[in-house]
C-alpha cells in the first residue's frame, strides 16, 4: 500500500504568515506529501500559485482550506489517518519513527502561532525534530525525509512540464574568479 500524506498547517495569518505557509506547501509536495490542508482563512493567491507549481512541475499535490482543525482531525481519523503533531516538546523523531512508518495513512500537523493544547490531546503523536525551537518548515521536511527513508528524494512527478537539471558552470577568471 502507498503511503498517504496528509499535511495539516495550524493557522495562517494573512500577510504574516503568507511566505511560512506557501514553503510549507513547496516542501510537503516537493518531499511526498499528497495534500495540504489550511487552518484560517482562504487565500486564494496561494492556492494558486501552489496549483501553478503542480502544473508546470507535475504530480498531483493538492490545497485545500479549512476553518476548524478539529473538524478535520476528527474527519481524517474517521479515514483511518493516525495524526502525527510536530512539536518541540514531544518525543524524539529518532526514536519512534519506525512505529511510525508502520502506519501508511499519516496526517502531519505543523503550527505557525502556537498551537492550543487540544492538539497533543487528539494526536497519535506528538514528535520533536531536535529539542531545539526551529521552523516548521525544517522540522516538516526532516519528518518526510525519515518517514519516506530518502526515497522522496527521487519521487517521480508525472505530467511535469518542468524539471531541474544540474548546471554546470566554467570558471572564466573575471572579477569574482567567474
Ligand atoms: C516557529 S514554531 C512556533 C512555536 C510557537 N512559538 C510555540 O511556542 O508553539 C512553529 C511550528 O514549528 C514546528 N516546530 C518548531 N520547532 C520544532 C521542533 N524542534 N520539533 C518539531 N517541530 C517544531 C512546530 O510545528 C511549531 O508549531
Not at 9 to 25: A, M, S, W
Not at 74 to 79: A, I, N, S, T, W
Amino acid at each position: 500500500m502507498m503511503p498517504e500524506v496528509v499535511v495539516l498547517r495550524y493557522g495562517h495569518r494573512p500577510i504574516r504568515d503568507e511566505r511560512v505557509t506557501t514553503h510549507c506547501c513547496l516542501v510537503a509536495r516537493a518531499f511526498g506529501a499528497d495534500e495540504i490542508t489550511i487552518i484560517g482563512n482562504t487565500d486564494e493567491n496561494l492556492k494558486k500559485r501552489i496549483e501553478k507549481v503542480v502544473k508546470n512541475w507535475g504530480g498531483r499535490f493538492k490545497v485545500d482550506f479549512k476553518k476548524s482543525w478539529l473538524e478535520e482531525v476528527r474527519r481524517l481519523k474517521e479515514e483511518g489517518f493516525s495524526i502525527v503533531h510536530l512539536t518541540m516538546y514531544g518525543k524524539p523523531l529518532e526514536k519512534i519513527i519506525e512505529d511510525i512508518r508502520k502506519h501508511k495513512k499519516i496526517a502531519i500537523i505543523v503550527g505557525s502561532k502556537k498551537v492550543e493544547p487540544n492538539v497533543y490531546i487528539e494526536s497519535d503523536y506528538n514528535i520533536c525534530v531536535t529539542k531545539q525551537p526551529h521552523s516548521e518548515i525544517a522540522a516538516l521536511a526532516v519528518f518526510l525525509d525519515w518517514y519516506f527513508d530518502g526515497s522522496e528524494l527521487s519521487k517521480a512527478f508525472a505530467g511535469a512540464k518542468m524539471k531541474a537539471t544540474e548546471k554546470k558552470f566554467k570558471k572564466t577568471g573575471g572579477k569574482n574568479g567567474f
